[in-house]
């Protein structure tokens, strides 16, 4: 795995994200379903998770920590410590890449 | 040689074979799909030995390429029918393939089944069908993605070695020792053949477990919707968005529900107290 194959490394704060154009996503009732056209594999994703989706343009990841904080109010390492869990999952899964470097 | 043309959704094809009862079997099959010439499209032909072109009593061409030979045409059958379902379903375009049994309940609405092979669907379709339900597949549910209706794929039935159904209906000896052994929703009760789109009205994914007891287990909608992309015939034809869209519409106003099961009565029992307990 590396940076420009499209695949994510480990996530953390400096990683960039970005949905990945293989994922088709449907709003279905209060969470988001994620569907990858080519594995098929499938999630849902709560109301807070689903935010953090539609958030990820490929700006790093300590990026949209600080817009999830500035809005919520919550403390910054319990909300990083949530968010990069489940973008670790959600990488994992092949619903995020990393855009190639500019 | 006698060929039978068939469109089965977008699929066109031809049967050719020189045995009558190898081509009765593939009309009583696929009857609902039989149409009139020879549409173009893949070359289907079930050859009987010796004709020069087999080392087995029975063959399986496809378009002139040698696919399957075996002793017992029941297996060439089978092969052309697995072949003809994951042409027709797996490359429709116009509407989202579910690997499902489907049934009109009596009051009207569809109830769709989304399962593996071997999780008993066929059975308890076949049950339903019994039990008053008419017959929509016991293969695939067809959703419209703009309306999330299903529509019918009324292929005979397959059933299983060991399903309940097999030893009550049909005439004895029709395949009766082969792996899979076809029955007509008609065979199974007059009339019960549905047609026309109709709205999803339950959604339950069945599960058969040998000497398990009756459970049904309610689901919520984004967990089947979840579910039922597992069981997609279709997508890498129609794309996940339009499989996403599809899902979604056709679950919308329906209760979701688990049915583990073991024993067929108590399911066809289970499924009615579900749909009751479904909007009609």
Redesign the interface.
Known sequence: MSVGDGTPRSVDETTRLRRSPDVAARVIEDHVVLLHARSGVSVALNRTAGIVWDMLDGSPVGDVLDDIVSVSGAARPDVAAQVLGVLHELSQGGFLDEPAPR | MTTLGFLVLEHGFTVSSRSARLLGEVQLVLASFQVEGEPPGTRYELVVGPEGRVKTDFGLLIDGVWLSGSGDPAHCLDYMLWHVNKRALGQATREVVVHAGAVRSPEGGAVILPAISGSGKSTLVAGLVTAGYDYLSDEAARIDPRTGAVRSFAKALSLKQGSPQRLRVGPAGRGADADEWHVTAEELRPGSTADGAERVRAVIFPRYRAEGDTRTTQL????A??EM??H?LN??TV???M???AI?RATQGATCWRLDFGDLDEAVAAVNRLVEQSPS
């Open positions: 919520t909608r984004v967990e919707c979840v992309t597992r997609l997508r890498p794309g996940a968005a499989a996403l869209e979604d």
